[in-house]
């Protein structure tokens, strides 16, 4: 069977930049990429599938303004539209600062670009399409993985977070959100029942659900809290904290002493 891959142009409402990418039957569905036809619809998708994303996204800007040093870096790295970047960027107050904000999506990037460039706000953002295996991270007091870490194969995980953990400075905070996993099977399968119900009450039918949860299953692998606390540990993070959580998906920070 052939595999299709979601149309652009006639896959979404131009209009209100509604996310339908999966409205219509698919013969079989391609894996899930940031390409052109997600990031036309991104901030509708993010809003009508992650609970809680504004709540996280703002304080994002909150933590970024209590942690950041004078003199240092703030790191979006996955940063795809810039949520993060704008939050941090309304929100930091130390002087001789400035943003770097990474994504490995040309077509996230350039968007990105366009949102910053009409952004009012004088903290200096540096926007890098690469790898964030690949980017440098030095000089810095705010790290942000906001459902990003959970896109990475899982044994370059610990390399990248041991080299965010290298590239911070003393008093450092590292913010990740990221879909979790329970060990509990029922709670597992509970939390994904009540997360399929509030993409339900957002307007997705049953289709959408599934062909998105086939798209996605192989992409985005996510693990337990309690492996991810364990790993920040084992490099040399301290005081790892579940800060939000709402069903399956979180966000939890942790520091560089």
């Avoid at 130390?94 to 994504?103: F, K, P, Q, S």
């Avoid at 659900?209 to 790993?231: C, G, M, T, W, Y």
Wanted: proline share 3%.
């Amino acid at each position: 069977m052939t595999t299709v891959k979601p149309n652009n142009d006639n896959k979404h409402d131009k209009e209100n930049n509604k996310d339908t990418i999966y409205s219509e039957p698919l013969g079989k569905v391609a894996d899930f990429v940031f390409d052109k036809s997600v990031v036309n619809v991104f901030p509708d998708m993010i809003k009508r599938s992650v609970p809680g994303y504004s709540t996280i996204v703002h304080m994002i800007g909150q933590f970024a303004e209590r942690y950041n040093q004078s003199g240092s870096k703030c790191y979006d790295l996955g940063c795809s539209l810039g949520a993060a970047t704008l939050a941090m960027r309304h929100r930091i107050t130390a002087a001789d600062t400035h943003i770097v904000a990474v994504d490995n999506s040309a077509d996230m990037v350039e968007r990105c670009r366009q949102v910053i460039d009409a952004d009012s706000a004088e903290v200096p953002v540096e926007l890098i399409h690469d790898d964030i295996l690949k980017v440098e991270i030095t000089n810095a007091s705010v790290c942000v993985l906001n459902f990003t870490l959970q896109f990475i194969p899982l044994k370059q995980r610990q390399q990248l977070l041991t080299k965010i953990y290298q590239g911070m400075l003393p008093g450092g905070i590292l913010i990740i959100s990221e879909k979790l996993k329970f060990s509990n099977n029922h709670h597992n399968e509970l939390m994904t029942e009540f997360h399929h119900y509030f993409k339900k009450t957002n307007g997705y039918s049953d289709m959408e659900i599934a062909q998105k949860r086939n798209a996605i299953e192989n992409v985005l692998i996510p693990e337990s809290f309690d492996v991810h606390r364990q790993r920040l540990e084992d490099i040399g993070f301290k005081n790892t904290e579940l800060w939000f959580q709402c069903f399956n998906f979180s966000s939890f920070i942790t520091f560089k002493q």
